[in-house]
């Protein structure tokens, strides 16, 4: 199987860097410079890895990882229908699109005529994957054929991907969890403590099942790789961005605006959801305020801290 990467940020680096240590792997990307990647500082590419700036090169590709920002998907997949039509796609963004409310497996669904579409999700930094620590992955695609070859083309000794038909519960364990990341931040950057942050994590929790299993995931899968293992990385170390962006918004200091955060527009997306569907999102449709400045730090906290008693 010939495979191909889309976006040579930090994720997709390190996807060609892990893969390209096994298999020749094409890699396109904008302003690319030689074999180093931008967002992995020290990281070469293997010499498997062919580099192109040229959309076209990716043709003879079996397998396409499109490893884009979740907000830019929508459009560049309706804009390259006819190059990626047929070609087993494989998701490598979390998120759900503001526009939509789909998210990337339900958008690249949209292209006719294509095959079942994939999306590789689950606990990893990308520093991690680059440098050759041992990362486990959630591969979900509903067709278990196609599942079953890419998760075989796409492991190697140290990147072990697990298997799933659940592709809603994948992709949104992956989404949610950023909203909760960017919570968690906040509550650490507001010197909240520890306690607070173990017990927003566990609540954060309750709520991505809760709007998972309405839009019908399975249990399970929130409880595995792309669900809680996710949840557990990102709301606990600060190479999450997610992570680092909400401790900045707490402490009110400034953030590189540089770095895609992705739950900043999943967290507006998944308030619209909630609200128009009736799920209880306290935590989300907070999130998505403090994001868009129409309610203070102090207000949320407070907030979330009077909401009634109830059994857990």
Known sequence: MKIAILGAGAFGGALAVALGRERPVTLWGRGLEGRQIARLPGITLPEAVSVTPDLAAIAPADAVLLALPMQALSAFSADHATLLRGKALVACCKGVDLRTGLGPVELLAQLEGGRAPAVLTGPSFAADIARGLPTALTLACTDETLGAQLQHALSTPVLRLYRS?????????GALKNIVAIAAGVVIGAGLGDSARAALMTRGYAEMQRF???RGARPETLAGLSGFGDLVLTCTSQLSRNFRFGQA???????DASQTVEGVATAKAVAQIAAKDGIDMPISTMVAALVDGTVTLGAAIQSLLTRPLKQE
């Open 165 to 173: 038909t659940d592709v809603i519960g994948a992709e949104l364990g």
């Open 212 to 214: 998972a299993l309405a």
């Open 249 to 255: 918004l707490g402490a009110a200091t400034p953030f």
